[in-house]
T-cell receptor, first 112, second 112 residues
Framework: GDSVTQMEGPVTLSEEAFLTINCTYT??????LFWYVQYPGEGLQLLLK?????DKGSNKGFEATYRKETTSFHLEKGSVQVSDSAVYFC???????????FGAGTTVTVRA | EAGVTQFPSHSVIEKGQTVTLRCDPI?????LYWYRRVMGKEIKFLLH????????ESGMPNNRFLAERTGGTYSTLKVQPAELEDSGVYFC??????????FGEGSRLTVL
């Protein structure tokens, strides 16, 4: 079945540091890939997505590229802020099936 | 516009008791989903409603869990009787059509 593996946290870094969270997936079809974020006290929010190979999703300074050859969708941000502290979830859904498969989540804490 | 709301935000019960979680989706959203995150692990799909009909309940763990969506508006998820392994965060999400899911903040369930 479909599955998502993302790097374990927690991750702690300083403001303006570079952030990368690794995510790899296993799927039988050609899935859409997502990054969701949960800020403290809030619900899950869609951060970015990519629907086909080589697509790059981007939002709020975050980027992730759909790499079919390595089955990866790593999340990156060049300069993090304290406000980026949150739990980040990588997820996929098979085409036409909007049932999401999530990774375990990575807690990121950014210190001033 | 109000987002997806869930109640209660946190419930603490003893093993063997019953708990009912409620989800109010965004008005007009026919699709409603339940997910849960147990012990900091992956967020896993439980079930999907389209209006009042269960479209997919393949993720429901066992018959101690009962989900309803009478009238196609709000939904309830009842756990009866609760077991220790049911502890976790239960997320509800809604969407106007299969596509981007809008999540609530989650209901944390602690079974002692």
């Amino acid at each position: 079945g479909d599955s998502v593996t993302q790097m374990e946290g927690p991750v702690t870094l300083s403001e303006e540091a570079f952030l990368t969270i690794n995510c790899t997936y296993t799927a039988t079809g050609y899935p859409s890939l997502f990054w969701y974020v949960q800020y403290p006290g809030e619900g899950l929010q869609l951060l970015l997505k990519a629907t086909k190979a080589d697509d790059k999703g981007s939002n709020k300074g975050f980027e992730a590229t759909y790499r079919k050859e390595t089955t990866s969708f790593h999340l990156e941000k060049g300069s993090v802020q304290v406000s980026d502290s949150a739990v980040y979830f990588c997820a996929l859904s098979d085409q036409g099936d909007y049932k999401l498969s999530f990774g375990a989540g990575t807690t990121v804490t950014v210190r001033a | 516009e109000a987002g997806v709301t869930q109640f209660p935000s946190h419930s603490v019960i003893e093993k063997g008791q019953t708990v009912t979680l409620r989800c109010d989706p965004i008005s007009g959203h026919d699709n409603l989903y339940w997910y849960r995150r147990v012990m900091g692990k992956e967020i896993k799909f439980l079930l999907h409603f389209v209006k009042e009909s269960k479209q997919d309940e393949s993720g429901m763990p066992n018959n101690r869990f009962l989900a309803e969506r009478t009238g196609g508006t709000y939904s309830t998820l009842k756990v009866q009787p609760a077991e220790l392994e049911d502890s976790g965060v239960y997320f509800c999400a809604s969407s106007p059509f299969p596509g981007e899911l809008f999540f609530g903040e989650g209901s944390r369930l602690t079974v002692l």
